[in-house]
């Protein structure tokens, strides 16, 4: 029961506030945003307008599966702070009206949580509730099948009730699928039409849409950003739109709710887009992935749709299997992995990203060249053996990509990747066409011997014959390097160690996209070797930087004291 004049979200808030040990970082940040919400003068909390939304919540949704099927959906607490929040923080728009301050959410729970009715009770008060005129309301999801996790549940909702049904048409797809509901009415004598459209991969119906509501259900299995983006776009004109993205993580580097995530921890970090709620349960960093206090502190239905005897038995198979250990991490304890297949984890890598790899002018640095044709990427790999300032070996690596720029905005979104920004950056160069201009690449081999002190080039074979023909006549010393396991495996281990004690870095983010796609094989003897085949997304940057250290891996000596006295006078002889 959702009673007159209480605010919920204060409840929860000073829950968390009690008892800061049990609640992750990111849901203390989440709450520290609200407290700071309260002092402010040009937003305000209308707990009459919160509860009203989870009022007709919990009159209106009911379970429809396990063993609370046909009951009131009653929430959680954590529940009526997420409603409370995206429904009660209200300002003043530029035309003096009354609006939601909220344009978009980010809601990610592991699974069994709640999770779809949390969506379909937001879809409902969207479409039944909050009283808006034609209403046009959308479920997506990574496939029309997939949408249908959430648009069964609302289809349901519907039927349990006169009220909602009596105005409403369900239309049925195939095999019983839900495709859209329609519900008609008359408001001030006039007709109206609220319609509700489960989306297939025909994105362009899109353009010319004015969606009021936007459910994207599971957004880590959403590989294209084109939905996502053109959606976003078509709310822009709407007082009070709701872009309700709700999922639990996911694998793979590239994913939609990747980005997504990524952009809504800068918002609870910085709490610089009014217009975005960002709930988060995840393990604080350090995390024993084993600890069942970790579990109890992200799985926030604990003890009510999630028990701890179903995570030990997931916990058990997990222990066995780095696929189901995959799996146990991002669905129960809604970590973002690369799975099983994937050589690197987010955590592994992202620290060697740095802002600025420092005065490289003059210092010696070798090659790693792995050249493409059309689609995959090229990469020039500079490898710099050099020393942090108490003499330990410190690997700096800086890279160029070369794409071709046919169809440019086609392959930005197909690899979630912008390479456009990264081109202005200075991180890739575009070569007109739909292939690679190796006069090109050659011209940025050039550019390097000019500025650095270039010792060698390594090179995979494949289709370098020419480039690399012309580089030897340059006076290059170049020595071809195969991908295969008995050759790349010293570099791959090398590389791992390197990464794990924070001895390498770049200033390229594509150096880090290219390490989370790697999947490694390993052949009869168990060496490794890089597997484009197997890597569903781009390795080349990746493949490029082993090429080229498979002699750099040579050169990572620390200095001793003794020679670094010497080093020093030298520089200063």
Known sequence: MIERGINYADIFAKKVRRSPSKFPTTIKQMVDRYYKWKKRKDIWFDVDRANEMMDWVETFVRHTKGNLAGQPFILEDWEKFAYSWIYGWVHKNEAGKVVRVTRECYIQIPKKNGKTLVAVGALGYAMYGEGVLSADCYCCASDFNQAQYAAKPFAATILNHDALMNSSTIYKGPKGTVSSVTYDYIHNDLAYQNQFIVMSKNIQSIEGSNPHFVLNDELHAQENMEQYDNFKSAQISRDEPIMFNISTAGKG????????????????????????????????????????????????????????????????????????????????????????????????????????????????????????????????????????????????????????????????????????????????????????????????????????????????????????????????????????????????????????????????????????????????????????????????????FLVAHKETMMLMDDIKEDGMDELISEIYR
């Not at 701890?308 to 997931?314: D, G, K, N, P």
């Not at 992202?350 to 003059?362: F, M, Q, R, T, Y």
């Not at 295969?484 to 791992?496: F, L, R, S, T």
Request: net charge negative; proline share 3%; hydrophobic share 40%.
């Open 253 to 544: 580097s590239s994913s939609v709710g990747m980005r997504v995530y990524r952009e809504a921890k800068e918002v609870l970090k910085n709490d610089d887009n009014d217009s975005n709620f960002v709930m988060i349960y995840e393990p604080n960093k350090g995390y024993d992935w084993a600890d069942r206090k970790v579990w109890s502190m992200v799985n926030p239905n604990i003890g009510v749709s999630v028990t701890m005897s179903a995570l030990e038995t997931e916990f058990i198979t997990a222990s066995r299997s780095a696929h189901k250990k995959a799996e146990f991490l991002s669905k129960h304890l809604n970590v973002f992995v690369n799975g099983a297949t994937n050589f690197f984890e987010q955590d592994q890598v992202e620290h060697i990203l740095v802002e600025n790899l420092g005065d490289l002018i003059g210092e010696p640095c070798y090659l790693g060249l792995d050249l493409s044709k059309t689609t995959d990427l090229t990469c020039v790999s500079l490898n710099f053996p050099t020393h942090d300032e108490e003499g330990k070996a410190l690997l700096k690596v800086k890279q160029m990509y070369f794409i071709p720029n046919a169809d440019i905005e086609a392959r930005e979104k197909e690899d979630n990747v912008p390479y456009t920004e990264l081109v202005e950056r200075g991180f890739v160069q575009f070569c007109d066409g739909k292939m690679i201009d190796q006069d090109q690449v050659l011209d940025y081999i050039v550019e390097c011997m000019d500025l650095y002190d270039v010792q060698q080039l390594n090179y995979d074979p494949a289709m370098s014959q020419k480039l690399i023909e012309k580089c030897e006549n340059l006076g290059i010393e170049c020595i071809v390097v195969n991908q295969y396991p008995n050759v790349m495996n010293a570099m791959i281990d090398d590389a791992e160690l390197l990464i794990y004690e924070g001895r390498l870095i770049t200033d390229n983010p594509l150096f880090i996209y290219c390490a989370l796609n790697l999947v490694v094989v390993t052949n009869i003897n168990g060496m490794k070797g890089p597997s484009k085949r197997q890597s569903k997304k781009k390795i080349d940057g990746f493949v490029a």
